[in-house]
């Protein structure tokens, strides 16, 4: 899982802070945890809509936080690793954060289980693709491509034709225009430093959290 731990290995100045409120340092402590956590999210998600160019609302929501308990006193950030449906943003956004290759889609996928693409190869658009607003395909060409290799080109609609190691095409009178290449999958460079920037963050926030906390928990204890 991708996430950033948030706690505290020791409390001696903490301690000598609460001296005659010790009751109060696990909940205090738990609470300066917990809205760090929040800050860090708030600061990663913001980072995420300036890395990649127009993220979707999945990707734009994929930082969660986790709140600390008077137990453990740990709270989390991470990167949602599960989704209702489709592919979690821990998924695909794991070569975004630590380089190396992204997992393959949905229809790299079919076409991989069909044998009309490899592993090692991806979709890539053509200059005259028709995207959508986040820069992908829609769901109902990837469905359609699928629909057109299942059928052999007998259902209704668009056709798509499977060029193995060339690219996917679709019939246009008698002849064929090209809609998506299939190109060999290039290894990523790190864009989304989850780690360094998570860390940065919660160096900044953590003690004004812990500081605002213990002094609304004394404040709290005295009334």
Do not use: C
């Not at 794991?94 to 490899?118: F, H, N, P, Y």
């Not at 200059?127 to 057109?148: E, F, H, M, W």
């Not at 007998?154 to 246009?172: F, H, N, P």
């Amino acid at each position: 899982m991708t996430n950033i731990k948030l706690g505290l290995q020791g409390m001696p100045n903490v301690k000598s802070f609460m001296k005659g409120f010790e009751n109060q340092i696990p909940y205090a402590t738990a609470v300066g945890l917990t809205r760090t956590s929040k800050a860090v999210q708030g600061d990663l998600t913001g980072k995420i809509e300036t890395v990649f160019d127009r993220p979707t609302a999945r990707t734009k929501s994929a930082v969660f936080s986790a709140s600390a308990n008077k137990r453990t006193l740990r709270a989390q950030v991470g990167i949602k690793d599960k989704a209702g449906a489709g592919r979690a943003p821990a998924d695909y956004l794991a070569a975004q954060i630590i380089g190396g290759r992204r997992k393959a889609k949905g229809l790299e996928r079919a076409l991989q289980s069909r044998g009309l693409m490899r592993k090692g190869q991806m979709l890539a658009p053509r200059r005259d693709t028709k995207l959508n607003r986040y820069g992908n395909i829609s769901k109902a060409q990837a469905r359609a491509v699928i629909n057109s290799v299942d059928s052999g080109g007998a259902g209704r609609g668009r056709q798509y034709v499977v060029k193995e190691g060339q690219g996917i095409y679709w019939r246009k009178g008698k002849g064929l225009k090209g809609f998506l290449n299939i190109i060999d999958e290039p290894t990523y460079k790190s864009r989304f430093d989850f780690y360094g920037l998570g860390a940065k963050s919660a160096a900044k926030h953590l003690p004004d959290q812990l500081n605002k906390a213990m002094a609304e928990a004394i404040r709290s204890a005295k009334a």
